[in-house]
């Protein structure tokens, strides 16, 4: 079944813990973003690779890190510097193409919640 | 970088009847427009997508316009039904840029 799996589904955090949202697909895809979906504020990015071994930042990176050693992973670890992690942590990924855009496929989502 | 302002925030609809929602973009580039539907607790599915070279695009009971010139694109769903009701993303992008999403619309379809 090809696809892009998030786990945990859900992932309690306890105040100045680090934790680490897994990301694994198996669509070949070069491209993999993070968002964080929060009610009423859409879909918000937080980092995305186009490349192995390679990653941006988007609008929100403060108090996340991100690798990206293999292709088809992209683990994001949500640190104690990030003030207000309870969110609803959504991973996707696409091609990328020359000239030419392509839509995502969406991961399940993690629900964080800081306890 | 892209802006996409997305109306209404909720709408409610009767049973039957069409449902339309419209977006704006602020970087004349983009030139890739996704609509995602959004179940409770589920992920983002994509439903309909347009390129900046069409006007329209119509799958079944799903349509999507495209005004260039105005930059803004809109999603006009015919006949809705309860199963329609979900909230709704747009999203621009051009080429390999990520994409940016609006605040989505919450549809409800009422029996």
């Known amino acids: 079944d090809g696809g892009i799996t998030q786990s945990p589904k859900y992932l309690f955090r306890k105040e100045g813990q680090n934790v680490t949202l897994s990301c694994e697909q198996n669509?070949?895809?070069?491209?993999m973003y993070w968002y964080r979906q929060d009610p009423g504020q859409g879909l918000r990015l937080i980092y995305y690779?186009?490349?192995?071994?390679?990653?941006q930042k988007g609008d929100i990176a403060e108090g996340y890190s991100v690798s990206r050693e293999k292709k088809e992973s992209f683990p994001l670890t949500v640190t104690s510097a990030q003030k207000n992690p309870t969110a609803f942590y959504l991973c996707?990924?696409?091609?990328?193409?020359?000239?030419?855009?392509?839509?995502?496929?969406f991961g399940s989502g993690t629900r964080l919640t800081v306890v | 970088g892209e802006n996409v302002e997305q109306h209404p925030s909720t709408l409610s609809v009767q049973e039957g009847d069409s449902a339309v929602i419209k977006c704006t973009y602020s970087?004349?580039?983009?030139?890739?427009f996704p609509w995602y539907k959004q179940e409770l607790g589920k992920r983002p599915q994509l439903i309909i997508d347009?390129?900046?070279?069409?006007g329209e695009k119509k799958d079944q009971r799903i349509a999507v316009t495209l005004n260039k010139t105005a930059k803004h694109f809109s999603l006009h769903i015919t006949e809705t039904q309860p199963e329609d009701s979900a909230v709704y993303f747009c999203?621009?992008?051009?080429?390999?840029?990520?994409?940016?999403f609006g605040k989505g619309t919450r549809l409800s379809v009422i029996a």
């Open positions: 996707a990924s696409s091609d990328v193409g020359t000239g030419t855009a392509y839509g995502y496929t």
């Open positions: 669509l070949n895809h070069d491209a």
């Open positions: 690779s186009q490349i192995v071994n390679d990653f």
């Open positions: 970087d004349s580039a983009s030139n890739y």
């Open positions: 347009i390129r900046s070279n069409v």
């Open positions: 999203a621009a992008k051009w080429q390999n840029t990520p994409l940016v």
